[in-house]
Each structure stands twice: as structure tokens, then as C-alpha cells.
């Protein structure tokens, strides 16, 4: 094939040329593919991994019934019925142990809500309906505070509540997170609705 040592010479360098450059080739692919790689690792890390904590709140509420005395002693006892919601964004479960939540008029706890120990699916919002008695007995006589609300038509709760529970992410790696709730519920009294949720 060759009719010379010169060109067979020229041959031998030209092939080994063309091996470096396919070497040079080979190992630029191969850090690409370990630069996609670390890529996608650290994707998987900052999106997948990544803890979020969940958020505890009341999506609705509903005055099943209400009796309001606004003569000389202002008071109140109402049955309401809360759709309390456990807003999971996490690629994992978030499970919880059994909690209460506190309805409190200023600083003084009115009603209690039990919370069942259960958990929300990831990526997913559990919604658990409770229902709670509210009631003015613990407030003292001749609260003026009440007493305005009731003439203006309005009584406005704070509900506080903390779950405790564990991140599952994708089942394997858990993560202990505590979540809390701190809602104000608007009662409309003449019409007998929550009219505003509003949750921090
Ligand atoms: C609420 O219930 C208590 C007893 O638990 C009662 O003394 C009070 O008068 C009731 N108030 C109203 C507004 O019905
Ligand atoms: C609310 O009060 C009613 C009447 O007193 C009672 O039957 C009911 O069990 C109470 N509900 C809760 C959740 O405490
Ligand atoms: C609830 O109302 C109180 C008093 O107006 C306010 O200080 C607090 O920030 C409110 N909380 C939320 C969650 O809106």
C-alpha cells in the first residue's frame, strides 16, 4: 500500500495524531458528562431533598350554631365546624402526631379543637374537619371588649396550634419538623358566618 518509508512515516504520525484528538474528544465528553451529572445530582439535592416545612392552617369555617346575649352580661356559645388543612410540599410524607388547637378571644382560650395523629401525603394538602365549641365562660363578667365587638357585630378569634412530626423524604431520609398555626377568624354575628381567615 505504501510505496515509501517517508510516506509510511507521515502515515504513523498523522495516525497518531488523530488518536490524540479522539482522546481529546473522549475525555472532553467525559467531563461534560460529569459536569451533567454533578448537574443533575445538585438538582436532585436543592429540589428533591430539600425540607420544607409544611403549612397548618383553617382553610373554612362554618357557625353550625350560635348564641349571642348582648343585654347587660355579654356572652357567647357557638358550634363551629373548621376545615383545617396540613399544606405538604415535600417529596415525602409528612407525618404528625395528635395535637389540639386553641381558639383564643385576646389572650383567653374560648375552644379547643382535637387533632387526630395522621398524616399529609407528599406533595399534597391533608384536610381534617373538626369541630369546636366556643364559648365566653372563661372570660371574665363585663369584658367591655366583648361587649363592643357584640354590639358591633363582630368577634374576632386567633387560633393557635402546633403539630409535631417527621419529613419522610422518599420514605427513607426523616427529618423532625414542627409546624405552627396562627389564624384570625372573622365572625360575622348578625349573619352567623366566619367571614375572613387570615393566616401568618
Ligand atoms: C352559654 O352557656 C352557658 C352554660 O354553659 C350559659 O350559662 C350561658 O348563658 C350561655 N350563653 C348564651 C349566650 O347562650
Ligand atoms: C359541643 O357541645 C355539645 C353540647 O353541649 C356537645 O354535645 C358536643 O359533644 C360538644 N362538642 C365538642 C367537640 O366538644
Ligand atoms: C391577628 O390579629 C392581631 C391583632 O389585630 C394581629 O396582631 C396579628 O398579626 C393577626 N394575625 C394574623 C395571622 O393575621
Not at 497518531?16 to 458528562?33: H, I
Request: proline fraction near 2%; include cysteine; glycine fraction near 4%.
Amino acid at each position: 500500500m505504501y510505496t515509501n518509508h517517508a510516506n509510511r512515516a507521515k502515515h504513523d504520525i498523522e495516525s497518531s495524531e488523530l488518536r490524540k484528538k479522539k482522546r481529546m474528544k473522549c475525555l472532553a465528553y467525559v467531563a461534560a458528562f460529569a459536569v451533567f451529572q454533578t448537574a443533575i445530582i445538585l438538582i436532585f439535592v436543592l429540589t428533591i431533598m430539600k425540607v420544607r416545612t409544611p403549612k397548618f392552617r383553617v382553610r373554612s369555617a362554618n357557625l353550625e350554631s350560635s348564641e349571642v346575649v348582648t343585654a347587660a352580661n355579654p356572652s357567647f356559645n357557638m358550634s363551629m365546624t373548621a376545615q383545617l388543612g396540613v399544606k405538604n410540599a415535600n417529596f415525602g410524607n409528612y407525618k404528625f402526631q395528635g395535637s389540639t388547637v386553641d381558639f383564643l378571644y385576646g389572650n383567653t382560650p374560648v375552644g379547643q379543637a382535637v387533632v387526630p395523629k395522621t398524616k399529609a401525603g407528599w406533595r399534597s394538602t391533608k384536610k381534617l374537619t373538626v369541630v369546636v365549641n366556643l364559648s365566653s365562660n372563661a372570660l371574665t363578667a363585663g369584658n367591655s371588649q366583648l361587649e363592643n365587638d357584640i354590639n358591633a357585630g363582630f368577634l374576632t378569634l386567633n387560633s393557635q396550634s402546633t403539630l409535631n412530626g417527621k419529613v419522610e423524604l422518599l420514605f427513607i431520609f426523616k427529618k423532625k419538623k414542627s409546624i405552627n398555626m396562627d389564624c384570625n377568624l372573622t365572625i360575622g354575628l348578625t349573619d352567623k358566618t366566619v367571614r375572613e381567615i387570615n393566616c401568618k
